[in-house]
T-cell receptor
Framework: DTEVTQTPKHLVMGMTNKKSLKCEQH?????MYWYKQKAKKPPELMFVYSYEKLSINESVPSRFSPECPNSSLLNLHLHALQPEDSALYLC?????????????FGEGSRLTVL | GESVGLHLPTLSVQEGDNSIINCAYS??????FIWYKQESGKGPQFIIDIRSNMDKRQGQRVTVLLNKTVKHLSLQIAATQPGDSAVYFC???????????FGPGTRLSVLP
């Protein structure tokens, strides 16, 4: 079982809807990530939070808005999405620096935009 | 055998045989590498990692080899089992950074 929990597992939304994806980890990690994964493609980095501050934004459109309320939680707010935004959204966490930089992934939230 | 094309590269092996999955990485400055396994409908799962000061690391039934000269990483799986069927990604990183870059992935199909 993964120690990174994502909700919901599936989400269908229209282009005018506002929704949020949620991620939680209790491993004490201080870095949290959002990745986007299209079918048959590798995960692509969207955002990184380090010590609850946004440290990396990979030029993601503003219709995706991340939020890190505390060290255990990460949200991704979605608004006015396009059908091409349909994908698997993966949350991950890791230590900051240290001996291992391993990313721990959640199971993902599969998003369909109609 | 291995097929590469418009679809995800696929490696088909017989159950019990050894598998070798290859990855060419992009950044000569990368100093940390991870192999991930992703089963259908799941998130990527850590298999093994290696730092650039090593050229080989072994785990349980898996071995990672790193050739920095040609920027090449490989994952060897011994006695491949049906449960090994999945997509395998290599990921590279630099200086404990947070921007992990994933390779294109290889689908491993284990034949009975």
């Amino acid at each position: 079982d993964t120690e990174v929990t994502q909700t919901p597992k599936h989400l269908v939304m229209g282009m005018t809807n506002k929704k949020s994806l949620k991620c939680e980890q209790h491993m004490g990690h201080r870095a949290m990530y959002w990745y986007k994964q299209k079918a048959k493609k590798p995960p692509e980095l969207m955002f990184v939070y380090s010590y609850e501050k946004l440290s990396i934004n990979e030029s993601v459109p503003s219709r995706f808005s991340p939020e890190c309320p505390n060290s255990s939680l990460l949200n991704l707010h979605l608004h006015a999405l396009q059908p091409e935004d349909s994908a698997l959204y993966l949350c991950a966490s890791s230590q900051v620096g240290g001996v291992t930089g391993e990313l721990f992934f959640g199971e993902g939230s599969r998003l369909t935009v109609l | 055998g291995e097929s590469v094309g418009l679809h995800l590269p696929t490696l088909s092996v017989q159950e019990g045989d050894n598998s070798i999955i290859n990855c060419a990485y992009s950044n000569s400055a990368s100093d940390y590498f991870i192999w991930y396994k992703q089963e259908s409908g799941k998130g990527p799962q850590f298999i093994i990692d290696i730092r650039s000061n090593m050229d080989k690391r072994q785990g349980q039934r898996v071995t990672v080899l790193l050739n920095k000269t040609v920027k090449h990483l490989s994952l060897q799986i011994a006695a491949t089992q049906p449960g090994d069927s999945a997509v395998y990604f290599c990921a590279e990183n630099y200086n404990y950074g947070q921007n992990f870059v994933f390779g294109p992935g290889t689908r491993l199909s284990v034949l009975p």
